[in-house]
């Protein structure tokens, strides 16, 4: 939290703390494009950094292996440190400057946020603002070209549907939109039908608060693949979000699974879930039974953006290009975050506007003449 909280942790042997502080003297590396963040972050700043912060840190965000990942589009932000500044402290001192003068928020101090009532709050009240313009149970199929439109083929119910249009925005997973795309671009769907999605166990269980012989004095905790323990972590919710459960009762979300342990899931089920209650009782010192237990497994949870990914971001760049008025977004594309997701929906629809208005602007040229 400041420098001489870094000094005095337990977190790290003192070894690592002056291996962190080399940081500013490691060089740039020469091929940064096809680099993994577990490779960027030993280089900078050692093993002992990867194994205990960055390791738990990407699992918590991507459900990731930080061998896997590409530290160019998984953490643009954490390559361009090195990029333009030379170095990860060097950028973030000049880069706090540079955000002083133009009066602007880093991310890491923007509030985290959710709903009283859940987050499926945004789903119905964007829901509630389309009204009839949205269009519900109608899985698309298909899109293709048809001279200057596109023919959107729709599922609905075992009925085909086409709905002919100038300009398509698609925000399904990438392997959704590799099935949707597969006749107009081969390149593409095997671009996009290759992005993996580990699969994600969520367990919610609720205990009794006085049977804890752990204090709730943080927002929960991540796991280290080196602890060897079967779940990557869990969240203390009522810390998080207060004022939303019994005062009485804890209620944690438990997250199993990810790239880093995708094979546990070759074991039954239950017997995952009573494994990884027994590890979380033996962490949290809980000495009964969880008062609920609820589940749900995500097959596909967050596409992983590993090494190589440049290269289908390149093919989603051309694809657009050569497609003018079909747009791709969604979580492949520009951070899993659901803070990126809505940032980079802002992006995608400020495009899909200019493309509506210069298409509307050229029938009005094309009318008067
Ligand atoms: C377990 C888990 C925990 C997470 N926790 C957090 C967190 O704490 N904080 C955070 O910021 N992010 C978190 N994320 C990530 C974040 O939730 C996602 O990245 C984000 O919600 C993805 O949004 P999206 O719109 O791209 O995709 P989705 O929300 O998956 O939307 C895709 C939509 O496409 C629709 N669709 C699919 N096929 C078709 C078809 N053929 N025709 C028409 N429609 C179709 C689906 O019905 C769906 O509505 C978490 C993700 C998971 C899996």
């Not at 490691?26 to 700043?45: N, T, W």
């Not at 738990?56 to 090195?82: C, I, M």
Request: charged share 25%.
């Amino acid at each position: 939290m400041n420098p001489k909280d870094f000094i005095t942790t337990k977190l790290f042997s003192s070894k690592a703390k002056i291996r962190i502080l080399m940081e500013p003297f490691i060089g740039k590396s020469k091929d940064g494009y096809y680099q993994s963040v577990a490779e960027f972050v030993r280089r900078r700043l050692g093993q002992e950094f990867l194994d205990y912060a960055i390791n738990p840190f990407v699992s918590g965000v991507f459900a990731g292996d930080p061998e896997n990942l590409s530290v160019k589009s998984a953490f643009p932000k954490l390559y361009r440190l090195e990029e333009v500044y030379g170095g990860l402290f060097k950028g973030m001192i000049k880069g706090a400057k540079e955000r002083k003068k133009r009066a602007e928020k880093s991310k890491q101090s923007a509030a985290m946020f959710s709903f009283k009532n859940g987050m499926s709050v945004f789903t119905k009240k964007l829901c509630d603002v389309l009204g009839n313009d949205i269009l519900l149970n109608h899985r698309v199929e298909e899109i293709k070209k048809d001279n200057q439109n596109y023919v959107v083929v729709t599922n609905v119910n075992g009925e085909k549907k086409e709905i002919k249009t100038q300009s398509v925005f698609i925000t399904t997973p990438a392997y959704v939109a590799a099935e949707i795309l597969k006749n107009m671009d081969g390149y593409l769907f095997n671009q996009l039908s290759t992005i993996y999605y580990p699969p994600v166990l969520v367990l919610n269980v609720i205990y009794r608060k006085d049977k804890l012989g752990q204090v709730l004095d943080g927002f929960g905790f991540l796991i280290p693949e080196k602890e060897k323990k079967s779940f990557l972590g869990a969240i203390w919710n009522d810390s998080i979000f207060p004022n939303r459960g019994d005062e009485n009762f804890a209620s944690f979300t438990i997250f199993v699974g990810g790239a880093r342990q995708s094979k546990i899931f070759e074991n039954d089920l239950n017997e995952v879930i009573n494994q990884v209650l027994s590890e979380f009782e033996q962490i949290m010192k809980i000495q009964s039974q969880p008062e609920s237990i609820k589940y749900k497994f995500w097959e596909k949870a967050i596409p992983q953006y590993s090494i190589g990914y440049v290269e289908k971001e390149f093919a989603i760049n051309t694809f657009e290009q050569r497609n003018r008025g079909i747009f791709l977004g969604g979580n492949y594309r520009g951070g899993i975050s659901i803070g990126d997701c809505i940032k980079n929906s802002e992006i995608h629809f400020e495009r899909l506007s200019n493309f509506v208005r210069n298409n509307l602007f050229i029938e009005y040229r094309r009318e008067i003449n």
